[in-house]
């Protein structure tokens, strides 16, 4: 921002949300919102000018006086392996070794790709992640490359985790610059740091999300891709049944010029094969607890 307002002040106010104090995995709070509606609520009480947003964690139903008014360049989406004890990757643990993740879609992703291995739930911000799996002697956690980059530790990763098996929950490496709707002055500064491409990817996985109705403890990986002047769009997906036995993937290609609607077309094909029956059973997430806490103990 700095870079094209450079005389312009900024003062920074962090929020300490719900998803931030409650400890528990996410598969239990079982809420949308928990990391930005009292984010939100700053903007909308004129506390605030506009908020920045991990854009996985942004999902639809912000209020309708706010707007998404710009996502800057985006991160690499990939997942990552942090091992802080004696550096193996996933393939070299030992069976019965303990991996650190709260979310659901990773849990199955690593009960498919590597049985042998336990997941046991984590909490916290990055660094806190980092301490208690040190502390509690994990083989190691998995987390979003685009935090630690942020960061500053990318030197910490053991892995960068493939696109096919850890595919990534849609908007992730993404950030969301949410302001007023009727603030148009700040509207057309923000829109000069939003980074075209990038914004197409996430609109093609935001259509994606929306037209299939998965809930935020779905769990559904989607990556859009558009590198510089292509002209197709390619957008791969996958849901996952309750015990991860069955995944429905789906890889389309699609006019870059409508991202939307490649989102839709890849909803569609995933419905055909079945994905509305597996959004149905995740999204009964009272019936499951018990499988689910199987899962990640």
Partial sequence: MRETEPDLNIRMDKVTTKGDRDKRPFYVINQAGVFEKEV??????????????????????????????CIPKRERPND???????NKKLQELEAGS?????SIRRAIQIRTKY??????????NIETRLDKS????????ILAEAGIKRLGIKNQITQRLSIQSFTPVPGQGALAI???KDDKDLLKMLKRI???????????????????????????GA????????????????VYSLDGRKSIKVKKQYNAAYPRKLGQTVAEVLISKGAKEITKEWNNTSMNIDTLDELIE
Wanted: proline fraction near 2%; hydrophobic fraction near 40%; charge should be positive.
């Fill in 40 to 69: 939100n609520e700053r903007l909308l009480q004129y506390k605030a000018d506009f908020a920045v947003h991990s854009l996985k964690d942004l999902h639809a139903g912000i209020s309708d006086q706010l707007v998404i008014a």
């Fill in 80 to 86: 990552v392996f942090i091992n802080s004890i004696n």
């Fill in 98 to 102: 303990i991996i650190g993740t709260s």
């Fill in 115 to 124: 049985p042998k291995l336990r997941v046991k739930s984590i909490r916290g």
């Fill in 134 to 141: 040190t502390e509690n002697h994990y083989s190691g956690i």
């Fill in 178 to 180: 949410v302001c007023r």
């Fill in 194 to 220: 939003e980074h075209k491409n990038s914004y197409k990817e996430i609109q093609a996985e935001r259509s994606l999300t929306e037209s299939i109705g998965a809930g935020c403890t779905v769990p559904m």
């Fill in 223 to 238: 990556l859009a891709t558009l590198k510089n002047k292509e002209k197709l769009m390619t957008l791969f997906a996958v």
